[in-house]
């Protein structure tokens, strides 16, 4: 028996990278699973059917899958993925938002075009993706679906090279927070993986810094690494767990930050002035940089 038994799951961007062992490993659970991916390049242009080939892995395995090549940056994409799990599998319960591309440049240099791109494959796909199946679980009252979005630490701790990457994957965990307060009443939970994972998107980065990335890395920091906790948000026994960011890669599972007032002043009466602003600011970055410090600290547990 598996955990995902008679659950219809779709997948994004399933067709290479972190997306396809989600694929494999929800199949494997016994979900049946749609497998989304458009097969484009890096940054986004082209495209290749990709997602058939991952479809003929988990029949292979005895798994039930089928195929989608829409792309998750358009309204009709989105809508596509509900009416395939529905036309092949009678249903859907779980939307894995995956898919993603990078254009890489600091600011000085983004053009508008790269800044769309990015926003419109991340952000807008997140949005293209969700509605639909949104208002199918409240038009059928379709309880215990799950929504699982990709964020990263670009996102929330900021990376050099990708504002527009960065602003995607930023407002896509405020996206997940409005979501899980929306759906809590259907049961489906909504929460966010901000992933780390060997894969064509981060394999270039290494090698540009001179480090190669053999067998040995991949099997210590492969994608296989991300799909448990992926698959395992989507299990009955995640049923209590919404509106949280979860780390994962590299054989670590570990649960993030998210903002919160660490400190603040207030004033009884009148405004602040300049004045005593310079004297308060700095203990409130100085609270900030203790909170950080105490997060930082060493908290890995070893089993
Ligand atoms: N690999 C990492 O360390 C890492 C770190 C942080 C976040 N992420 C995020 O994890 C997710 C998976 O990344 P990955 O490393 O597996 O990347 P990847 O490039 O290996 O796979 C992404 C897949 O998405 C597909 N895709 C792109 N645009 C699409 C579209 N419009 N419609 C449908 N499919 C589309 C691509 O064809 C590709 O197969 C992405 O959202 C990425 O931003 C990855």
Redesign the pocket.
């Given at each position: 028996m598996g955990r995902l038994d008679d659950k219809v799951a779709v997948v994004?961007?399933a067709?290479?990278?972190?997306?396809r062992d989600i694929a494999l490993l929800m199949a494997s659970e016994g979900a049946k699973v749609v497998v989304?991916?458009?097969?484009?390049n890096?940054d986004?242009t082209g495209t290749t059917n990709?997602a058939d080939d991952v479809v003929a892995e988990i029949r292979a395995a005895g798994g039930e899958a089928v195929s989608n090549t829409a792309?998750?940056?358009e309204v009709a994409g989105g809508q596509s993925l509900v009416a395939t799990a529905v036309d092949a599998f009678g249903g859907m319960d779980i939307l894995v938002n995956?898919?993603?591309?990078l254009r890489d440049v600091t600011i000085f240099k983004m053009e508008e075009s790269q800044w769309d791109a990015v926003l419109a494959?991340?952000l807008k796909?997140h949005y293209c993706c969700s509605r639909p199946f949104a208002q199918y679980i409240r038009e059928h009252n379709r309880t215990g679906c799950r929504i699982i979005n990709?964020s990263?630490v670009?996102g929330l701790y900021g990376n050099f090279g990708q504002a527009n990457y960065g602003a995607a994957k930023a407002g896509i965990a405020g996206f997940s927070r409005v979501l899980a307060l929306e759906l809590a009443k259907y049961g489906c939970t909504v929460n966010t993986i901000s992933?780390?994972?060997l894969?064509?998107?981060?394999i270039p980065l290494r090698e540009n810094r001179g480090e190669s990335v053999g067998d040995q890395e991949l099997e210590q920091g492969g994608?296989q690494h991300v799909a448990p906790i992926v698959a395992w948000l989507a299990t009955e026994e995640a049923g209590g767990i919404t509106s949280e960011i979860f780390h994962s890669?590299r054989g670590g599972v570990g649960i993030m930050q998210q903002p919160r007032v660490i400190k603040q002043y207030k004033k009884r009466d009148g405004l602040w002035s300049l004045d005593e602003l310079d004297n308060i600011v700095p203990d409130l970055v100085s609270a900030r940089q203790e909170n950080l410090a105490a997060a930082d600290t060493d908290n890995t547990i070893e089993i």
């Open positions: 994004t961007g067709g290479r990278g972190i997306g989304n991916d458009l097969g484009g890096t986004g990709i792309s998750v940056a995956n898919a993603g591309i494959v991340h796909g990709f990263s670009s992933p780390g994972a894969t064509r998107m981060t994608p890669g």
